[in-house]
């Protein structure tokens, strides 16, 4: 006998990237709005339209700190539908991070997360650090007093991060302090870097959607619901409690001894 790929074409479709695309059956629960509240799909679309109006704002954003506030006012004031396109720019990230964590709950309490979907959980928790690595490096992009102070805070926390701080906080500011270096990191990683991170995993996390046969189907009544029986597992396990508890203000007061 050939290889399986060949004989049974849904096999096929479900071990290639670019074949499962082709339509399939699911089954009909899975269809239920309520079983996932399209909140995978409402991402997809928020996605798009960040990297449609993100394309169009590039027409007029200048990334350097003389100018990048004066073409955010040009682009506001003087051109055509400039606001607007800001606008759903700005709203679209923001309601990202909330659908998306909202899809992370959603597949956590559907306990979504076992195999055969458990690589597929992990490419996710890889999307969700994208879209908030996305939305803290566009938000220095303006270079308002909004923009530059808050920045300046969320940068000077990282200095606290016991052993790793200090070196974390320079590389992302590209320097000691905020200037050209963190505008120009922070725009690169904004247009370039993280979309084409979020370009290529997400059709992987939508081929392994369709690897694992589609979404998961609702437990049986009187199945044991897994996040309970995880956080039982966890309280019955004191000493690992314990250990986190006790010694992680142990490494916190060895690395900074004078507070
Ligand atoms: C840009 C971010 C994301 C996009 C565009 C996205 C998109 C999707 C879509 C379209 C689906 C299928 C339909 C649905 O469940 O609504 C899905 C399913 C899934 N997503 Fe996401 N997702 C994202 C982030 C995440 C995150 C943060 C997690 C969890 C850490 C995650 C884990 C999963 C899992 C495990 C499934 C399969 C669920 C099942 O079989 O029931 N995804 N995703």
Not at 31 to 56: H, Y
Not at 90 to 99: G, K, Q, T
Not at 162 to 184: F, H, N, V, W
Request: proline share 7%; hydrophobic share 50%.
């Amino acid at each position: 006998m050939g290889d399986y790929r060949e004989t049974v074409p849904e096999r096929s479709a479900a071990t290639n990237l670019i074949l499962h695309v082709h339509p399939r059956t699911v089954p009909e629960q899975t269809l239920k709005f309520t079983l996932s509240w399209g909140l995978g799909g409402m991402s997809v679309v928020l996605v798009c339209l960040l990297a449609l109006t993100g394309l169009l704002l590039l027409f007029v954003y200048e990334p350097s700190i003389d100018h990048a506030y004066a073409s955010i006012l040009t682009l506001r004031d003087e051109v055509m539908f400039g606001r607007w396109i800001r606008n759903i720019h700005h709203w679209s990230a923001n309601i990202l991070v909330i659908v998306v964590f909202l899809h992370l709950l959603r597949v956590f309490f559907t306990g979504a997360f076992h195999a055969p979907r458990r690589l597929n959980w992990i490419f996710g928790v890889g999307l969700f650090f994208l879209v908030l690595f996305s939305n803290f490096t566009g938000y220095l992009l303006p270079w308002d007093q909004l923009a530059y102070w808050a920045i300046t805070i969320c940068t000077s926390m990282v200095a606290y991060i016991p052993g790793l701080g200090d070196g974390l906080q320079k590389m992302i500011r590209g320097g000691a302090e905020i200037g050209p270096a963190t505008l120009s990191g922070f725009f690169a990683l904004h247009i370039a870097m993280l979309p084409i991170a979020l370009a290529l995993l997400m059709p992987f996390h939508f081929w392994h959607v369709r690897k694992a046969g589609g979404l998961v189907l609702p437990a049986a009544p009187g199945t044991p619901i897994y996040p309970l029986r995880k956080i039982r597992t966890l309280c019955r396990n004191p000493i690992c409690l314990f250990g986190f508890i006790r010694f992680y203000p142990c490494v916190w007061v060895r690395r900074f001894p004078e507070r």
